[in-house]
């Protein structure tokens, strides 16, 4: 099923061109050695790299020497595995994705809380990838300090495939980007101030006792 759902140089060619005609940053999850080296013709801005590699340090060696920034995904794998990985990559221009490597993964399998403890553990940007069916838990994600969010797209989650029942629709996609844009206006800043439209309020409501 893979290989038939492979790619090959005129595919990515035409995903390249397209993408730079309507102005889309793209790149790819190299598997192996020589997917970094054919990706790299196309000049990715980044690399992805799958929790199925994260314990492929030769995989990680040579994709760093690209240059590149990398999304380093943390699915079925300890945090031991998890600090080797980041070990051998370096903390420079380097993302942490929290992820659950289930298809479609159980709300009760997500465990944000990694979130907020992986940037305090390694002091770099943290992001989220997300299986599960819904967009709540990504927004939630955002809300925790999630800088990335990577979810799976499909034109029908109905289709036969392993990946079609743990992505989202083309509107699932446009309302986890509004929800997410919502969020980020409502985190606002961690002052604390009376805004001018609540003065009119505070004028009228407002009970001082001594």
């Not at 590149?68 to 070990?87: F, N, R, Y």
């Not at 990577?150 to 289709?159: F, G, K, V």
């Amino acid at each position: 099923m893979k290989r038939g759902l492979e790619l090959g140089e005129k595919e990515y060619a035409a995903i390249d061109e397209y993408c730079r005609k309507v102005g889309i940053a793209w790149f790819a999850s190299c598997w192996d050695e020589a997917a970094v080296d054919f990706i790299e013709r196309f000049n990715p801005p980044v690399y992805k790299v799958a929790s199925a590699s994260l314990t492929d340090d030769h995989l990680l060696k040579h994709t760093r020497a690209t240059g590149k920034p990398i999304m380093l995904s943390t699915g079925m794998s300890t945090l031991a595995q998890v600090d080797h990985a980041i070990e051998v990559l370096g903390k420079g221009n380097l993302i942490v994705v929290h992820t659950t490597s289930t298809y479609p993964a159980a709300y009760s399998e997500l465990n944000l809380r990694i979130i907020p403890m992986f940037r305090e553990r390694y002091g770099v940007p943290v992001g989220y990838s997300g299986h599960e069916s819904g967009i709540a838990s990504s927004v939630a994600a955002v809300a925790l300090g999630a800088c990335v969010v990577e979810r799976h797209i499909t034109l029908d989650r109905a289709m036969w495939g392993s990946d079609h029942a743990a992505s989202l629709g083309p509107s699932g996609m446009e309302h986890l980007a509004r929800d997410i844009r919502l969020v980020e206006t409502a985190l606002g800043v961690n002052v604390k101030t009376i805004l001018d439209r609540e003065i009119p309020i505070l004028k009228k409501l407002r009970r001082v006792g001594t």
